[in-house]
C-alpha cells in the first residue's frame, strides 16, 4: 500500500527521497477547467451538494498535474448547514450565515443536526474513489470546531475572529456547548466520509492562531483530540492531519497529544526550526508560501529547494502554507511539481 501511494507511506512514517505533493485549494479558481464548470452549476453550495460536478472538480487537478493526492471538493460550512444555521456564499465575498447569538440558537442546532443532508457529498466520494489513479490517495477533511464556530458566531469571515474571541470570553459555558456539538458533528461527518471511500483526513483549524494559550487549549487542542480519538477508534488505520495555522511554537509535541500522524505547517513556521523542535516521528507538511508560487521562477525555485533540503531524511510531504491563490499562473504549478520530483535526480 505504501509504495502504491506516497502519501499514505509519508503518513505512515516513511521518508521518501520524492516527497509526495498536493496543494491545499488545488482544485479552484486558478483552473480554467473549474472556473467553466462553475459557471454552470449554480451557487457555491449548490456546486457543493452536485455530486457530478463536485467530482469532476476533485479530478481536475489530478488530471492536469498528476498529483499524489485528490482532497474532496466541498466546504468546511456543509457542517453548520447541516446543523441547520442558514449559509450562503456571495460572489466575491465569501461565506455568509445567519449568526448564532444566544443560547437558544445554540440549542435549536443540537436538535437539528441532519448527516443525511450530507449524502452528496458522501455520492461524491464515491464518484472519485474509482476515477482516482492507484498511486494517488484520497483526502477527506472537515473544519475544527474552533474554526468553524467563529464563522457561526460572527455570521461571515472576519480579520481577526473578534466576535467569536468575545462570545468565549464572556460566554465560555454556551460557547463551550456550540464547540462540543461541532466535535459531535464532525466525528459522524469524517466516519461516514471513510466509510464512503476516503484514506486519510485532514482537519483544518485554519484561525487556531489567534488564540492565547489557554483559550487554544480549550477551543483548538480539547476538541480536536476529543475529535481525532473518536475517529481513530471508530476506524483504526485511518491517518489523520491536522492543519492547526498559526500554531507556532504550540506544535512541538501537538500531533502526539492530538493523537494526530501529521501535522501541516503554515508558511510562517521555519522550516529549520520545526525539524529540530518537532518530533522525528511526526511526518510534516508543507509549507511553500502561496506568494512564491504566485511569483514563480528563480524565487519559486529557491523557495522549493529550501524547503526540499530541511526535510530531507524524514516523513514529508510537500504543500503550501495555505491555499493556492486563484490568480496563480498554471506554468507555476507545473514548475513546482516538477522541481519537487527531480530531487535526489
Given at each position: ?242 492543519f492547526v495555522r498559526g500554531g507556532a511554537t504550540h506544535l512541538p ?93
Amino acid at each position: 500500500m505504501g509504495d502504491r501511494k506516497p502519501l499514505l507511506a509519508v503518513l505512515n512514517g516513511e521518508a521518501r527521497v520524492v516527497p509526495p505533493i498536493w496543494l491545499m485549494r488545488q482544485a479552484g479558481r486558478y483552473l480554467p477547467e473549474y472556473q467553466e464548470l462553475r459557471a454552470k452549476a449554480g451557487s457555491f453550495l449548490d456546486t457543493c451538494y452536485n455530486p457530478q460536478t463536485a467530482a469532476r472538480i476533485t479530478l481536475q487537478p489530478i488530471e492536469r498535474f498528476g498529483f499524489d493526492a485528490a482532497i474532496l471538493f466541498s466546504d468546511i460550512l456543509v457542517v453548520p448547514d447541516a446543523l441547520g444555521q442558514k449559509v450562503w456564499f456571495e460572489s466575491g465575498s465569501g461565506p455568509r450565515l445567519v449568526p448564532v447569538e444566544s443560547d437558544s440558537d445554540i440549542a435549536a442546532l443540537a436538535e437539528s443536526f441532519d448527516i443525511e443532508k450530507l449524502s452528496p457529498v458522501f455520492e461524491t466520494i464515491d464518484r472519485v474513489k474509482g476515477e482516482l489513479p492507484k498511486s494517488v490517495a484520497f483526502i477527506g477533511f472537515c473544519g475544527a470546531p474552533w474554526t468553524v464556530a467563529s464563522y457561526m458566531i460572527a455570521g461571515r469571515g472576519t480579520p481577526d475572529q473578534a466576535p467569536a474571541r468575545l462570545f468565549a470570553f464572556r460566554r465560555p459555558e454556551a460557547f463551550a456547548r456550540l464547540i462540543d456539538i461541532l466535535a459531535d458533528a464532525s466525528i459522524v461527518y469524517l466516519i461516514r466520509q471513510i466509510d464512503a471511500g476516503v484514506e486519510t483526513l485532514q482537519i483544518f483549524d485554519s484561525w487556531a492562531g489567534v488564540l492565547p494559550p489557554l483559550e487554544f487549549e480549550r477551543w483548538v487542542v480539547a476538541p480536536l483530540k476529543k475529535i481525532i480519538g473518536a475517529v481513530k477508534t471508530a476506524r483504526p488505520g485511518v491517518p489523520i492531519i491536522a492543519f492547526v495555522r498559526g500554531g507556532a511554537t504550540h506544535l512541538p509535541g501537538l500531533a502526539e497529544r492530538l493523537g494526530a500522524d501529521a501535522l501541516g505547517l503554515d508558511t510562517a513556521i521555519d522550516p529549520v526550526w520545526a525539524v529540530k523542535e518537532i518530533p522525528a516521528g511526526t511526518a510534516l507538511q508543507g509549507n511553500l508560501d502561496p506568494l512564491a508560487l504566485l511569483a514563480g521562477g528563480a524565487a519559486l525555485d529557491r523557495e522549493i529547494d529550501a524547503i526540499l533540503h530541511c526535510f530531507a531524511g524524514r516523513p514529508h510531504i510537500f504543500n503550501l502554507g495555505h491555499g493556492v491563490l486563484p490568480e496563480t499562473p498554471l506554468e507555476h504549478v507545473a514548475q513546482l511539481i516538477g522541481r519537487v520530483r527531480r530531487t535526489g535526480n
